[in-house]
């Protein structure tokens, strides 16, 4: 029997904490390809549909972490360094419940197509953290200021999308021209409860 092809050429290893979005953009990226065409690749859904609207896909269900362990796809060890979030069927058909690190999570938690950032953590090491997908984490516990919605140059909204690792997709500010906000309201309290959900996770 032949060797199986593997469908990517250059497969990086997912970051501790790094949001699978965000991996898919860095195998986008080592590959010269667009996300759309490495989720197609790997037979994923690139969006999912609620009763609200559809938005760009930053989870795994329970089996396509089984797919994607075969040889072909990622493989075991790719896939057994990561810990991305798992989207689980709620308790209706177009509801989603999700899972980090083995702590479940109803949907409404989990920012689906904007996402707050830490410009500073972004300079330094540009992925995406799991941790800024979770609603009610509103700092960073490494430099201690806000996350950012918005680009600071231009006012609009971070959405998930292939230039995202780089910078605002709108304007091109990269991160190293964008200053968080750190305003005298955010107290020790604020940095105090991120820190606790965070350590709470693992994350």
């Known amino acids: ?9 250059n497969v990086p290893y997912p970051k501790d904490d790094e949001a699978f979005f965000s ?6 990226k080592d590959n010269c390809c667009g996300t759309t065409d490495v989720f197609e690749k790997l037979g994923i859904r690139s969006r999912m549909v609620t009763k609200q609207k559809r938005f760009r896909l930053n989870s795994l269900s329970t089996e396509d972490i089984v797919r994607l362990t075969g040889p072909t796809f990622l493989g075991s060890d790719v896939i057994g360094k990561s810990n991305f979030l798992i989207h689980h069927p709620g308790p209706s058909p177009l509801t989603f419940d999700f899972e980090l690190n083995g702590i479940k999570f109803p ?15 972004m300079s330094s090491r540009p992925y995406l953290r799991n941790a800024w997908f979770l609603m009610p984490i ?4 490494f430099h201690k200021s806000m996350l950012i919605d918005c680009c600071t140059a231009c006012q609009s909204n971070f959405q998930l999308n292939d230039q ?3 910078g605002c997709s709108k304007c091109f500010a990269t991160w190293d021209e964008m200053t968080p906000s750190t305003p005298n309201s955010l ?5 105090t409860l991120s820190d606790l959900i965070q350590f709470k996770l693992g994350i």
């Open 1 to 9: 029997m032949g060797a199986e092809k593997l469908l990517f050429l």
């Open 23 to 28: 991996y898919i953009i860095r195998i986008s």
């Open 107 to 121: 949907n409404y938690l989990i920012n689906k197509n904007y996402i707050k950032i830490c410009p500073h953590c």
């Open 138 to 141: 509103t700092t960073c516990p």
């Open 164 to 166: 995202l690792l780089d």
């Open 187 to 191: 107290t020790e309290i604020d940095n």
